[in-house]
């Protein structure tokens, strides 16, 4: 069966500082691949998806990338960040419908 | 422009009542609609799911009923139990133009009342 994996759970982060958020996913082959966040009191925000290796869309403008090195993991990077990229976030892969990891909360203070 | 709205944020049902949520969406490429449910410092979870070739998918309690012409779609939850209680999103795709990509709505936080 397949199975997502996201870490850490949660996240304090000074502003300013870097941000690596990983995600892999297990038993599927090339799937796609999207990093959602939800802000405090807001719906699920899609921030980029990927259908393959080295293929990032970016869905709106900020502070962060996403990077996909291998076929089943997906990284969500900030050089330096800011205190309205707290939030929670999630990744998910798609076949038909979206299977979400657990989520990491990202307090940034 | 927020594609798929849930504009009750929140509603409050008696246990073993019907839960009926509400969803509405503007784009008309959408032909794949979908709930979740999600409980607080967790994953969304896959309810049901409903294609625009159909105006009603029924999985248990579950129950979702799609209004192509009034783009709007419900979810209906008989009867309510107490483990009912999270958030619900509803979303859309275009998946017929092999656009798997989910627009989600804002939310409607579930409250079961014993």
């Known amino acids: 069966s397949q199975t997502i994996h996201q870490w850490p759970a949660t996240l304090v982060q000074p502003v300013g500082s870097p941000l690596s958020l990983e995600c892999t996913v297990e038993g599927t082959s090339n799937p796609n691949l999207y990093w959602y966040r939800q802000a405090a009191g807001r719906g699920l925000q899609l921030l980029f998806y990927?259908?393959?290796?080295?293929?990032i869309s970016s869905e709106v403008p900020q502070n962060l990338s996403a990077s996909r090195p291998q076929d089943r993991q997906f990284i969500l990077s900030s050089k330096k960040l800011l205190l309205s990229d707290s939030g929670f976030y999630l990744c998910?892969?798609?076949?038909?419908?979206?299977?979400f990891g657990q989520g990491t909360r990202l307090t940034v203070v | 422009d927020q594609q798929v709205k849930q504009n009750s944020p929140s509603l409050s049902v008696q246990e073993g009542r019907i839960s009926i949520l509400n969803c509405d969406y503007t784009?008309?490429?959408?032909?794949?609609f979908l709930w979740y449910k999600k409980y607080p410092a967790e994953g969304p979870t896959f309810l049901i799911s409903i294609s625009s070739i159909k105006d009603k998918n029924e999985d248990g309690r579950f129950t979702v009923f799609l209004n192509k012409s009034a783009k709007h779609l419900s979810l209906h939850i008989v009867p309510s139990q107490p483990g009912d209680s999270a958030v619900y999103f509803c979303a859309a795709s275009e998946r017929a133009f092999g656009n798997e990509k989910l627009t989600f709505g804002t939310g409607t936080r579930l409250t079961i009342i014993p």
């Open positions: 990927s259908v393959g290796i080295g293929q």
């Open positions: 784009n008309s490429m959408f032909d794949y």
């Open positions: 998910a892969w798609s076949v038909g419908r979206a299977f």
